[in-house]
């Protein structure tokens, strides 16, 4: 019995091995990455952003406030430009290029963030 109980542990943990390592290198290594945003009175939040290069990025934004002009989200060198109604999650999809800085906002520049492209 103590056998098959040692036996039974190295098979489970040998799987467990096996999972983890798919889960780490598996769909979220190429899948898209997502990044949960909020438009609240005091902006984007987060504001700024890590993103890899080559690889989709879904930001999921959700307008909480009616109280800035941050109605839209423009990113325009990745020619995005979407609307956001307030209380419910828009979901934006694009797939950054190249290293570097992009920049997104309001239509009117005035409530912006950045999102670094590693």
Known sequence: MK???IVLSW???AAGAALLAWGCAGPSASGPQA???AVTDRGF???DINV???RPVTLLVTRKTDATCAKELVIADAG???ELPLGREVAITFTPEKR???HYACPMGMVSG???VQ
Do not use: C
Request: charged fraction near 25%; hydrophobic fraction near 35%; charge should be positive.
């Open 3 to 5: 056998r098959n109980g």
């Open 11 to 13: 098979i489970l943990a």
């Open 80 to 82: 995005v430009r979407q």
């Open 52 to 54: 890899q290069e080559g």
């Open 100 to 102: 570097g800085t992009l």
């Open 114 to 116: 950045t999102l670094h």
């Open 45 to 47: 939040e987060p504001r």
């Open 35 to 37: 990044v949960k945003v």
